[in-house]
């Protein structure tokens, strides 16, 4: 792979844990308890972070193609 594909795995490797860490916080006691709004503005930051995350995945699958 080249220097640049190397960067976009790493950026979907650090992408990846991020999403985890938020799910986990997501899926916890302590989410229940936070402003309405804050549950909203952290799912709405889940999914777009997921959607990114699809992105990188698909970029990913190109380099193996090509």
């Known amino acids: ?3 640049y594909q190397l960067r976009v795995v790493w950026e979907r490797d650090e992408l ?15 989410f229940s308890s936070i ?5 909203y503005r952290l799912a709405h930051q889940y ?3 997921a959607a990114y995350l699809d992105v990188l995945e698909s970029r990913i699958a190109a ?4």
């Open 35 to 39: 402003d309405p709004e804050e549950q």
């Open 1 to 3: 792979m080249r220097d």
């Open 16 to 30: 990846s844990e991020k999403i985890n860490k938020l799910r986990t916080f997501i899926n916890g006691r302590f």
């Open 47 to 49: 999914l777009t972070m």
């Open 63 to 66: 380099f193996k193609e090509s």
